[in-house]
């Protein structure tokens, strides 16, 4: 007699659903095609300027060329890491505005919650399957570039290039994690889909525009004239306003991958010429790096458990029959 495969458990079959739905949907497909079109823009703009970048000597970071496709820029456009910190938080907030209210306004939610199933499989379930696929969508750029830069360089890449770059990719999946995990919370919280987009997106504005010149204006509102400030007391108001800043999530994903991906960077805050003092401008080891940006590494997966852990609550005290 044949063996036969054991059925896949509830939770397995709602996170297929879950990934089928998000790939037929039309605000999915949008936004591929806009991380894509913009990732062939910027390795485009990055294969022109490739030849000048790899030849300054002068730039501790010039041999590394596979991290200079996802650096370099002739300004006419952003590189590619500085566009993700923009349409990662899109890519996030498009797959869990409506993860939850849409679910009961349609009242499939209702239905559903009639079956023998836990609630919390169905809101990890939702979260699980739109992880999956921007996990799927950013490694498959990833191996895209570098495909396309052995194809038409012919330089081998080197281990700490291919670490570097799995890292940045692991960053941007937690900073989509973040935004996916605050509009899967907003969309329990509110009922109407609409509001919890407005709500995300709002959120995310604030923090990418508004936040960063909030904090300018109330630290310069109560600094003292520079003249009359030594170094250090400068350097103190600056790393002030560094770590204000860093409450923002983009700041602290823009900390991340740029140490990544620019091997030579050995400090995120401003340093004294003592501290200078000795310094040899070299790369420096992916471990190094990782320890300087542990830091902002935790606080995004600290940020994605609570907004997650507080949707958790809310969704298990929800009346669903409401």
Not at 218 to 223: A, E, N, V
């Given at each position: ?156 890449m080197e281990p700490q ?33 609409a509001t919890s987009a ?8 604030f923090f990418t525009i ?113």
């Amino acid at each position: 007699m044949k063996s036969q495969s054991p059925d896949p458990g509830p939770f397995s079959v709602m996170v297929h659903k879950e990934i089928a739905d998000h790939i037929r949907s039309w605000r999915f497909s949008i936004l591929i095609a806009l991380i894509v079109l913009t990732f062939i823009a910027a390795m485009y703009v990055s294969l022109a300027n490739i030849k000048s970048a790899i030849g300054n000597t002068k730039d501790p970071d010039h041999l590394f060329l596979y991290l200079k496709l996802l650096t370099t820029t002739d300004n006419s456009i952003p590189p590619f890491h500085v566009f993700l910190s923009f349409l990662a938080p899109l890519l996030g907030i498009s797959l869990g505005f409506d993860a939850v209210n849409s679910e009961q306004n349609s009242g499939t939610l209702t239905r559903l919650m009639a079956q023998p199933i836990y609630r919390d499989n169905l809101l990890l379930a939702k979260f699980v399957s739109a992880l999956v696929i921007v996990s799927g969508l950013f490694l498959a750029l990833a191996l895209l570039m570098i495909g396309g830069g052995l194809v038409l360089t012919g330089v081998r890449m080197e281990p700490q290039e291919l670490l570097r770059i799995f890292g940045f990719i692991v960053i941007t999946i937690a900073y989509v994690a973040f935004w996916l995990s605050l509009s899967i919370m907003l969309s329990i919280l509110f009922k109407q889909t609409a509001t919890s987009a407005l709500t995300a997106i709002g959120i995310w504005l604030f923090f990418t525009i508004f936040y960063p010149i909030i904090i300018n204006l109330i630290i310069k509102s109560f600094l003292p004239d520079p003249a009359y400030l030594t170094q250090a007391e400068i350097i103190g108001y600056n790393d002030l306003i560094l770590n204000l800043q860093r409450i923002a999530p983009n700041q602290l994903y823009s900390d991340a991958v740029t140490t990544l991906l620019m091997p030579s960077v050995r400090s995120l805050g401003p340093i004294t010429m003592e501290q200078m003092a000795g310094a040899i401008p070299a790369p420096l080891q992916f471990k190094e790096s990782v320890m300087i940006v542990w830091p902002q590494v935790s606080g995004l997966m600290a940020s994605t458990l609570g907004c997650f852990a507080l949707a958790y609550y809310l969704f298990m005290r929800r009346e669903i029959r409401s």
